[in-house]
């Protein structure tokens, strides 16, 4: 499987039809120089991870015109697209916080299929922010998501949701081979991405896709660095800070190499589902 993580640059000065073009045509454009099976966006791209004021105006249901524009672009390519995430508008649930208008936002990933259907979405579970910004403005997710591919089973992870390897055994014990990650990570912590996205390849023995954003939101440099990393826990490939593609050859077989010849995951004792 060839997979491509856009490392998409967010600017707070575009408005965000405009965005919403771009990135579509990023999608377009890596494609046909890439032939990936995979692309993938960053967290938020819509809006900006850090750009806490804007959550509610840009927010949508997940049927607006993001997903209309990055369906279209995934049929277009005739391939698997994880669009990042968004800010999605859903009806007020209980025990979650709620907007004016009475409505609940999530930041939701989107999964795409070579014919343009929304496959799965993955409500963010780990809300970030210490009681301010996403954490009391957003909803919680409550389900691990996994999509199957053809190829592989993938487990979607966002952003914040790196530092809780629980959450990543689950994904595992459903089948998932490759662990896709969009975030939004500020570049005052990107040693702490790099690590993480090793340990959770190598603790789970499977693929990990880490695709963030470059630019500033909310006044927030973002660390870009989108990685990928191998069962065993070497990189594979690496981005910069500012905008780019990075893409990168998978061989799925080594997933079940690795756990067969290191069956660590085999004697598993707490924890075990």
């Known amino acids: 499987m060839r997979?491509?993580?856009?490392?998409?640059?967010?600017?707070p000065d575009e408005p965000v039809d405009s965005r919403r073009e771009?990135?579509?045509?990023?999608?377009?454009?890596?494609?046909?120089?890439?032939?990936?099976?995979?692309?993938?966006?960053?967290?938020?791209?819509?809006?900006?991870?850090f750009?806490?004021?804007e959550f509610a105006s840009a927010a949508e249901p997940l049927d607006g015109p993001t997903a209309q524009a990055l369906?279209?672009?995934?049929r277009a390519c005739?391939?698997?697209?994880?669009?990042?995430?968004?800010?999605?508008?859903?009806?007020?649930?209980?025990?979650?916080p709620t907007t004016d208008d009475g409505s609940t936002l999530y930041n939701t990933s989107l999964v795409f299929d070579p014919s343009g259907t929304l496959v799965r979405s993955y409500r963010k579970i780990h809300r970030f922010?210490?009681?301010?910004?996403?954490?009391?403005?957003?909803?919680?997710?409550?389900?691990?998501?996994?999509?199957g591919l053809p190829a592989a089973t993938i487990g979607l992870a966002t952003c914040y949701d790196l530092r809780f390897p629980e959450l990543f055994r689950l994904l595992v014990d459903a089948g998932a081979q490759l662990l896709v990650i969009p975030a939004g990570w500020p570049e005052r912590r990107r040693e702490h991405w790099t690590l993480l996205a090793r340990a959770r390849a190598v603790e789970n023995q499977a693929y990990v896709l880490a695709c963030g954003s470059a630019g500033t939101t909310g006044g927030v440099p973002q660390a870009g660095h989108s990685i990928v990393v191998a069962p065993g826990g070497a990189v594979l490939g690496?981005?910069?800070?500012?905008?780019s593609v990075l893409t990168v050859d998978l061989d799925l077989p080594t997933v079940a190499a690795v756990r067969h010849d290191f069956p660590a995951l085999r004697d598993r004792v707490l924890g075990v589902r």
């Open 78 to 96: 005739g391939a698997w697209l994880h669009a990042g995430s968004i800010v999605e508008r859903a009806p007020a649930a209980e025990g979650q």
């Open 129 to 147: 922010g210490f009681d301010q910004g996403e954490a009391v403005l957003m909803g919680a997710g409550t389900e691990p998501v996994t999509v």
């Open 22 to 49: 771009r990135a579509a045509t990023l999608v377009r454009d890596t494609h046909r120089q890439t032939g990936a099976d995979l692309l993938v966006l960053p967290e938020l791209w819509t809006v900006g991870a």
């Open 3 to 11: 997979a491509s993580l856009i490392q998409m640059g967010v600017d």
């Open 71 to 74: 369906s279209a672009a995934a």
């Open 238 to 243: 690496e981005a910069g800070p500012d905008e």
């Open 51 to 53: 750009a806490h004021q």
